[in-house]
């Protein structure tokens, strides 16, 4: 099945590069491009993936990612230079199920597209960072973990918290990568961590 990705940056130059590195992968294909916030939410070209910059004209990212996760079923992975915590709260509020700096490599934007397009979540490893000592810090001294969270997403949230990336906790859980990513994203559910920030 090939997913259907749309790009959206105000950037000409942006955008071509990012098409150029969907086009290099057989099971993506590039189904719309959008130099505007207001341009990705009216285009009908039912993607599975919208790739969104965050900051651009008449409309950003962060209302046509709203716009178009309240109204269909795509999925919205956000691209910014910037990483600033406003941006990627404003992102999660908005529906986004990934956000990634533009300075990934173009291994880890494909990789992306696919974690999210299979509908998991996918954030920046230093942002996860930065949400779990977020939301460690709001709790009481002594949490509770919220019913429903096994004790291996309790082993994984430790090292996450850490720092450790997904494949150095899949080597010390003698786990797949594929699977330390899949407790990551399940943890990030079940702790509500769209609802808290």
Do not use: W
Request: hydrophobic share 45%; net charge negative; charged share 20%.
């Amino acid at each position: 099945m090939t997913v259907r990705v749309v790009v959206a940056d105000d950037q000409a130059l942006v955008r071509a590069g990012l098409c150029g590195i969907i086009g290099t992968a057989p099971d993506l294909a590039v189904v719309g491009e959008a130099g505007t916030g207001a341009e990705a939410v009216a285009l009908d070209t039912h993607p599975d993936v919208v790739l969104m910059d965050v900051r651009m004209p008449d409309m950003d990212g962060i209302e046509a990612s709203r716009l178009i996760t309240g109204s269909g079923t795509a999925r919205v992975l956000m691209l910014t230079t910037f990483d600033l915590d406003e941006y990627v709260y404003g992102a999660l509020r908005a529906g986004a199920s990934g956000f990634l700096l533009k300075d990934a490599p173009p291994a880890d934007l494909l990789a992306a597209v696919r974690v999210v397009a299979a509908g998991d979540a996918l954030l920046a490893p230093g942002i996860t960072r930065r949400l779990i000592k977020e939301f460690a810090a709001r709790s009481a001294p002594a949490p509770t973990m919220p019913t429903g969270i096994t004790k291996r997403e309790r082993e994984v949230l430790v090292l996450v918290a850490e720092g450790l990336s997904n494949s150095e906790i899949a080597r010390h859980l003698h786990i797949t990568q594929g699977t330390a990513k899949t407790h990551v994203g399940h943890l990030l559910t079940k702790l509500g961590a769209r609802d808290r920030v």
